[in-house]
């Protein structure tokens, strides 16, 4: 199994270390930040060669950047893609000069599992389920309308779809979660503020945000305060991730309950990107340890948060 121990890839030095193009997909979030360092310093500690491109939010940069990586002939390319769908093209080149890909964090739509080696990654589909069963919870004996404002993310990627699809089927069963209205934020603070902004012109009546991330509701608190209403209080927020602003807003009791998706995947990919360049078998999917917060476990676990 992947434990994730910093030890677990071969140790190589720069020289002759393992090459990995790493195609990122921004710096949208906190937790994208976060992700990118664990997999900088599991690379050096791990003695592997890593060229990490950013791309900055834009498929047609992490293709480009897939292509360099095919045209460098480097041992091994990993990529978390910023949407699910379009990706067998540059797949397809990138099996055809005989280099491994690893997916991580994020899924890609493809008919031909044979394009990847493994995905890591969290279960978002999980994690949407656990805001949606909070939900249930906390409204069981309350009757009457429970008005519910989505804040997505980027449409198209896998976190956005998955956690939504979560999200809706776990309130299915109650008539009284309605989700009246939902819009992409784009996983950024600014779009969070943005969209809420806009939700509180439009319905001034609602009761529950549920933001596909923190930094998106972290801006939902922001617009939510500038009407001069208590998040966490007059409207309930739900956010996934658990970094350390999330969980101290939590804490603070701006934010009701957070799903922990865990950024750390340096560790881990390192050891898968160890097996793969030396031909041992791994499992296809590699599935995060998750957890999730309420207030007080928030205050015990914020001292030693890492992200
Ligand atoms: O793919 C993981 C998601 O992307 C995180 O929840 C979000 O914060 C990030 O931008």
Redo the contacts with the bound molecule.
């Keep these: 199994a992947c434990g994730g121990g910093e030890d677990a890839a071969p140790r190589t030095t720069p020289e002759n270390g393992v090459r990995l193009g790493f195609s990122q ?1 921004g710096a ?5 930040l976060a992700n990118t360092q664990s997999i900088e310093h599991a690379a050096t500690n791990a003695g592997v060669r890593l060229d990490l491109r950013v791309a900055d939010g834009k498929q047609e940069n992490q293709t480009a950047a897939i292509r360099d990586f095919i045209s460098q002939k480097v041992d091994i390319i990993a990529f ?1 893609p910023v949407v699910e769908s379009g990706w067998d093209k540059v797949l397809q080149e990138a099996k055809d000069a005989d280099i491994p890909v690893i997916v991580t ?2 899924m890609v739509d493809t008919t031909d599992t044979s394009l990847f080696t493994t995905m890591l990654g969290s279960d978002f589909t999980a994690e949407g389920r656990k805001a949606g069963e909070w939900l249930v919870e906390h409204y069981r004996d309350f009757n009457g309308a429970v008005r519910i404002a989505e804040i997505a ?1 980027t449409t198209g ?3 956005a779809n998955q956690r939504r699809a979560g999200f809706a089927d776990a309130i299915k069963d109650d008539p009284d979660l309605q989700v009246i209205v939902s819009r992409d934020g784009g ?1 950024t603070r600014a779009g969070g503020e943005q969209v809420m902004a806009g939700f509180l012109q439009q319905h001034p009546d609602i009761d529950v945000v549920f933001a ?4 998106e509701g972290l801006g939902a608190v922001k617009a939510i305060e500038a009407v001069g209403k208590r998040p966490g209080q007059d409207i309930k927020i739900i956010t ?2 658990a970094s350390r602003d999330g969980l101290t807003a939590l804490a603070e009791g701006r934010l009701n309950y957070v799903i922990e ?1 865990n950024p750390l995947l340096g560790p881990q990919l390192m050891e898968l990107v160890g097996k793969v360049t030396t031909g041992q078998t791994i499992p296809r999917r590699v599935v995060v340890d998750e957890t999730a917060f309420d207030r007080e476990a928030a205050k015990a676990v914020l001292p030693n948060r890492q992200y």
């Design positions: 997909v949208e979030s906190a937790w994208r978390s964090d994020r993310g990627s896998a976190p996983f596909h991330n923190d930094d996934v991730d998706c």
